[in-house]
């Protein structure tokens, strides 16, 4: 009887790296795809119970000055349970953290452990791996451990070479996003503005998929912001009628796509006293918000300090607009809002899409968790 080899993703330098979302030492749900901006280590070291697994290891001890969450983030990534369960391996912030793949999920991904998994009890060796990923959390190195030292020195060899974040690419990278002034006029900015001192802002949470479902979550170490949701229709349309004609035909120009739908109606505040920020995440990575295109931050005035709008994979620079401007942008690109400094920030926050994206929606209704409203396709247009 002839017996299959087992078959292993492989990765070479350029392509982009997997993203998964798996438990670890400092989130119970870790989204990798949230990493980006900051080059990543990532050992396979399957067990730490193996001697190799731990001279790979002392990369940590030799090297700690390079993982400091800004120039550099290292992961570890164990299938042993009894690697957590006894301690033999843990984080240590900031730089250094550990990926609990018991299922396999990363691993998998990444080509340590076979593509599919063998049936019955028989198991295969892990192939254990250094990743060396660059602030897009693409692959610039694959480095096979070593009988001698576990890969170490070979990684180090390679981490001492890497550039600063910022130039990482070899020259100054900008992200693919568009700056728009005047597509709110001052007075219609101080309309929205007054309509939230009027009514006041409703804490605003966050997307999470949990069990398959989207539900909505808040968390103020991951965002403080408080929103006002437009009611009235007239002023609804007035957004609208903004959007369309100054927003949806530059994005068509740059990215021969057609805006047909807009979601989302609100005055957000960031406000200093309560250090507003929102860290780094996608806008549609659940079902829920699968459907988004493109996201729009139109601010609404320009008095305040910190708030500023960032993308880690492209780079430290921030982006504040003036008030009435829009930046637009894809909304899986990686983004973040600085901590406010002073005074209170005011922005209209809408995501556009199309017809086929109003479709996808509506058939994900099925997978909203409670308190999270099903969506009808015929509403929304934005034209």
């Known amino acids: 009887m002839t017996t299959t080899p087992p078959r292993y993703r492989v990765l070479l330098p350029g392509d982009p790296a997997p993203w998964f979302r798996q438990r670890s030492t400092s989130n ?3 989204a990798f795809d949230t990493s980006g901006g900051r080059w990543i280590v990532l050992c396979f070291f399957a067990t730490a119970a193996d001697p190799l697994s731990r001279e790979a290891l002392r990369l940590l001890d030799e090297r700690r000055d390079l993982f400091d969450d800004t120039h550099m983030s290292f992961f570890g990534v164990s299938l042993d349970p009894q690697d957590e369960a006894i301690g033999r391996v843990d984080q240590c912030l900031p730089g250094i953290r550990m990926f609990w793949d018991f299922d396999g999920k990363a691993s998998r991904a990444y080509g340590v452990v076979p593509i599919d998994p063998a049936p019955g009890p028989a198991s295969v060796d892990a192939q254990r791996l250094w990743y060396v990923l660059d602030p897009m959390l693409r692959v610039r190195a694959v480095i096979p451990f070593s009988a001698e030292d576990g890969g170490r020195a070979a990684v180090a060899a390679v981490l001492d070479c890497l550039p600063p974040v910022p130039r990482y690419t070899g020259l100054d990278v900008h992200p693919p996003i568009l700056v728009l002034p005047e597509v709110f006029e001052p007075a219609f900015c101080r309309t929205l503005v007054a309509l939230y001192e009027r009514h006041g802002g409703e804490d605003s949470g966050f997307m999470r998929e949990i069990d398959g479902r989207t539900v909505g979550l808040i968390d103020y170490g991951h965002k403080r912001r408080t929103d006002h949701t437009l009611t009235d229709e007239a002023m609804i349309e007035e957004t609208r009628l903004r959007v369309r004609r100054r927003v949806v035909p530059e994005i068509l120009k740059a990215h021969q796509f057609e805006v047909t739908r807009m979601e989302r109606y609100i005055v957000a505040c960031y406000e200093a006293a309560h250090r507003g920020h929102f860290r780094s995440h996608r806008d549609n990575t659940t079902k829920g918000t699968a459907h988004r295109r493109f996201a729009v931050s139109i601010n609404l005035n320009d008095d305040f300090e910190g708030g500023e709008i960032s993308f880690p994979e492209f780079g430290p620079r921030r982006y504040k607009a003036p ?13 973040q809002v600085s901590p406010m400094v002073a005074g209170r920030r005011f922005a209209f926050l809408p995501f556009l899409y199309d017809d086929v994206s109003a479709r996808q929606r509506e058939a994900n209704n099925a997978f909203l968790g ?3 409203g099903a969506y009808v396709e015929n509403a929304a247009r934005a034209h």
Request: proline content about 5%; hydrophobic content about 45%; charged content about 10%.
């Open 28 to 30: 119970p749900r870790h």
């Open 370 to 372: 409670d308190g999270i």
């Open 323 to 335: 008030a009435g401007a829009a930046v637009v942008f894809s909304c899986t690109l990686l983004h």
